[in-house]
């Protein structure tokens, strides 16, 4: 990746390993980097990127509560959802959603033409994350 993005998602999960491996199948993300915990079972820190995204993900560590707060290190999980959906424009909604669909997401919201002119659809990954795909309609002409 060349340019920055101006704001990277920072994913908490339960089993960042677990997590790297759906993303990988689901959204076809390239693995960057990874960086194991000291107890050799969680992640520190990962990074990915899928079409074009550079993504943070890692493991929840409950020890670091007093240090960093835990409103802002809970996976949705504990969270009981997320106010937060992820998009990412990709060449065929459809293909996207049924990719992520068999790699184990479930899906909220079934591609639809939305009236704002895009090819559009929700899922929740097995981690309790929302993303959304899309992709622009022809222009009615």
Aim: charge should be negative.
């Amino acid at each position: 990746m060349t340019a920055l993005q101006p704001i990277t998602p920072h994913l908490v999960v339960r089993d960042a390993t677990a997590a790297l491996d759906f993303y990988k199948q689901a959204l076809g993300a390239t693995e960057v980097v990874r960086m194991p915990a000291e107890d050799g079972k969680r992640l520190m820190h990962a990074e990915i990127h899928a079409l074009g995204a550079r993504i943070f993900i890692v493991d929840r560590f409950p020890e670091y509560r007093s240090h960093h707060g835990d409103e802002a290190v809970l996976p949705p999980s504990e969270l009981n959802g997320t106010a937060v959906t992820m998009h990412l424009e990709v060449p065929d909604c459809d293909a996207a959603v049924a990719r992520a669909q068999e790699a184990g997401a479930t899906v909220t919201m079934p591609p639809w033409d939305a009236f704002w002119g895009a090819r559009y659809a929700r899922v929740i990954d097995p981690f309790g994350h929302s993303w959304s795909f899309a992709h622009a309609l022809p222009a009615a002409g």
